[in-house]
């Protein structure tokens, strides 16, 4: 008989490493086929039975915390690739669009809209409903607070957003949270199951500043109360969120009260509302420990951004804007506008210093991500160009139409600027 040879496989540090229960794995090649079927039989019962012995054993629960979705990340997929599309959740992705594969508004594409809190994203719901040239305009009436953005030939919306079908899976729904319920959603809200295809879009904003203007937005008085963090069939209980404050709000915080809160959502809210929190436990802080489930949810919030149609930043407006329209092939009437000028950035100079390293820690998950997007933005924008033609001319007039299909009127000062229930 020929001397078996064997194979050790060392898994070096990586993010990918993180998806696998064990780091080394040895690979032993197979006995030479036997004509005794029943010897074979028994011994595949028998390996199979302590498998699953072995498995329970040396692979608990929470320790294999990823078991129940190893299945959506490819192990081919390092990290910066775009998520196996086997996972339906994920929609159609920017690769798929770049293949000539656009949003086709007559079909049954839907775009859906995570709008995470303080990156810009109320005014780029504005625009989405009110400032792009559609051969069917999106219509706003005053009698009501929301936007009618059908399909050219149906009463179909194309749009799931705030400003269309408001918050029907919970105020500032996350990602986990959208990707289980939009198609249910828009079932009952058209009255018959459509198979759909989703086109995930959002906003990233600047960490420290995100941070700082949500900090100002709580010290006005808003809340957010209306948030379910919905995971696993379940929202997530006070136990697991503890509140930060009495009363009905938490108005007139300090920065340093604001800051020492431990269950405090501003913190890294980016990386949390993009990344898988079935992956974590959802918001069971005891299933893993927390560098695991911080490196986890890096991991996958930079995998679902990547996977995303689109998403843009909301310190680059204009290249945010090109890339949208040459992506979704359609066009806004309006440039967007770059406003540095924010409470945030007042904010700045008056932290001590203190004040400014506690925060840079806090949210060193969100600056990560943040990183990783800008570096993401910026690729996808000089591979857009370099196939544009055009692009000068293009770039230069974003926001100038010569001719529009129509416009819509909707008085936005009637909205509340930050509703705290989910209807």
């Not at 400032?131 to 953005?149: A, F, Q, S, V």
């Not at 203190?354 to 996808?380: G, M, P, W």
Request: glycine share 6%; aromatic share 10%.
């Amino acid at each position: 008989m020929k001397n078996l040879k064997s194979v050790s496989v060392q898994v070096i540090d990586s993010d990918i490493a993180l998806l696998l229960p064990n780091g080394v794995y040895e690979i032993k090649q197979m006995e030479p086929k036997s004509s005794r079927l029943r010897r074979i039989g028994i011994f595949c019962v028998a390996l199979a039975l302590f498998g699953i012995v072995g498995f329970g054993y040396f692979c608990p629960d929470k320790v294999c915390a990823l078991s129940n979705k190893e299945a959506s990340i490819s192990l081919e997929d390092n990290l910066g690739k775009s998520l196996s599309q086997a996972s339906s959740k994920v929609g159609l992705s920017y690769e798929d669009m770049l293949n000539d594969d656009f949003f086709d508004m007559d079909s049954h594409d839907v775009m859906v809209f995570l709008h995470m809190q303080k990156t810009g994203g109320t005014s780029f719901g504005k625009h989405l409903v009110h400032d792009l040239d559609l051969k069917r305009p999106c219509t706003c009436p005053l009698t009501r607070k929301r936007c009618y953005c059908f399909r050219p030939h149906s009463n179909q919306s194309w749009l799931f957003s705030r400003y269309t079908t408001g918050w029907k899976c919970g105020l500032h729904a996350d990602w986990t949270e959208l990707t289980s319920c939009v198609d249910e959603k828009l079932d009952e809200l058209e009255g018959n199951v459509v198979k759909r295809r989703y086109f995930y879009i959002t906003l990233l904003r600047e960490p420290v500043a995100r941070y700082l203007s949500e900090f100002r937005h709580v010290q006005r008085g808003a809340t957010w109360k209306g948030s379910r963090h919905f995971c696993r069939g379940r929202p997530a209980t006070d136990d697991e969120i503890p509140p930060c404050y009495e009363g009905p709000d938490w108005g007139g915080v300090a920065l340093d009260e604001f800051i020492e809160c431990e269950s405090n959502l501003a913190v890294n809210r980016q990386t949390r509302m993009l990344a898988d929190l079935e992956l974590v436990g959802c918001y069971d802080k005891s299933y893993m420990s927390k560098a695991d489930r911080d490196r986890t949810m890096l991991i996958s919030a930079k995998k679902n951004l990547e996977s995303m149609a689109f998403f843009g930043l909301t310190e680059y407006q204009k290249m945010s804007q090109y890339i949208f329209e040459e992506t979704f092939n359609l066009r806004f009437a309006v440039p967007f506008e770059q406003n540095n000028a924010t409470v945030s950035s007042s904010t700045m100079p008056t932290l001590t210093d203190e004040q400014a390293a506690k925060i840079v820690a806090l949210n060193s998950l969100d600056i990560e991500l943040y990183k990783y997007a800008k570096e993401l933005l910026f690729k996808r924008f000089e591979r857009l160009r370099a196939r544009d033609s055009d692009f000068n001319k293009r770039y230069s007039h974003l926001g100038e139409l010569t001719a529009r299909s129509g416009v819509t009127e909707f008085d936005w000062d009637r909205l509340v600027e930050d509703a705290t229930v989910s209807n």
